[in-house]
T-cell receptor, first 112, second 110 residues
Framework: DSGVTQTPKHLITATGQRVTLRCSPRSGDLSVYWYQQSLDQGLQFLIQYYNGEERAKGNILERFSAQQFPDLHSELNLSSLELGDSALYFC???????????FGQGTRLTVV | SQQGEEDPQALSIQEGENATMNCSYKTSINNLQWYRQNSGRGLVHLILIRSNEREKHSGRLRVTLDTSKKSSSLLITASRAADTASYFCATGEGGGKLIFGQGTELSVKP
């Protein structure tokens, strides 16, 4: 158990819909990362937060947004969903930015 | 954005043999890390090597880093069937990004 909790584990939704993925980092970790993993794109870095502030941005679509709350949990919002958004979404946390990261078990999103 | 490129994409060996995976990257880094992923599950951190280090060991793992060539290698000695997984390198960059390569699929046959 990494100490990082992601909910839900599985999500099936229709095209055009909006979903929210939730991540609770390890106790004491201030940094949260979000990644998208699909078969043809590998593990894509989406966005990183540190102590509530956006720290780094990767290949995150405009339809996607995220935030980190004062209690350090984070949410990734995906809207106007398309079939191509179907993927595993991972959250990871670390004590220092760019340091050793601990991953959650992921949310498997299926868009139908 | 992908920083690391891993080689080979897939590797199949017999139990007891050594497995070597390579990673190349493009920009300057603070550290380079290796992770393991069992099918569809979360990644597990294996080892971190800082940019001013050249070699690091952890159990059966040996990692080297050559910043002049922007490359790293992961050696797993005396492989076991339980080592079967995907292995990813990740570069820790200034500003906090942690960027992963495409991974190497390792299959260790008993």
């Amino acid at each position: 158990d990494s100490g990082v909790t992601q909910t839900p584990k599985h999500l099936i939704t229709a095209t055009g819909q909006r979903v929210t993925l939730r991540c609770s980092p390890r106790s004491g970790d201030l940094s949260v990362y979000w990644y998208q993993q699909s078969l043809d794109q590998g593990l894509q870095f989406l966005i990183q937060y540190y102590n509530g502030e956006e720290r780094a941005k990767g290949n995150i679509l405009e339809r996607f947004s995220a935030q980190q709350f004062p209690d350090l949990h984070s949410e990734l919002n995906l809207s106007s969903l398309e079939l191509g958004d179907s993927a595993l979404y991972f959250c990871a946390s670390s004590q220092e930015t760019g340091g050793k990261a601990f991953f959650g078990q992921g949310t498997r999103l299926t868009v139908v | 954005s992908q920083q690391g490129e891993e080689d080979p994409q897939a590797l199949s060996i017999q139990e007891g043999e050594n497995a070597t995976m390579n990673c190349s990257y493009k920009t300057s880094i603070n550290n380079l890390q290796w992770y393991r992923q069992n099918s569809g599950r979360g990644l597990v951190h294996l080892i971190l090597i800082r940019s001013n280090e050249r070699e690091k060991h952890s159990g059966r793992l040996r990692v080297t880093l050559d910043t002049s060539k922007k490359s790293s290698s992961l050696l797993i000695t005396a492989s076991r069937a339980a080592d079967t997984a995907s292995y990813f390198c990740a570069t820790g960059e200034g500003g906090g990004k942690l960027i992963f390569g495409q991974g190497t699929e390792l299959s260790v046959k008993p």
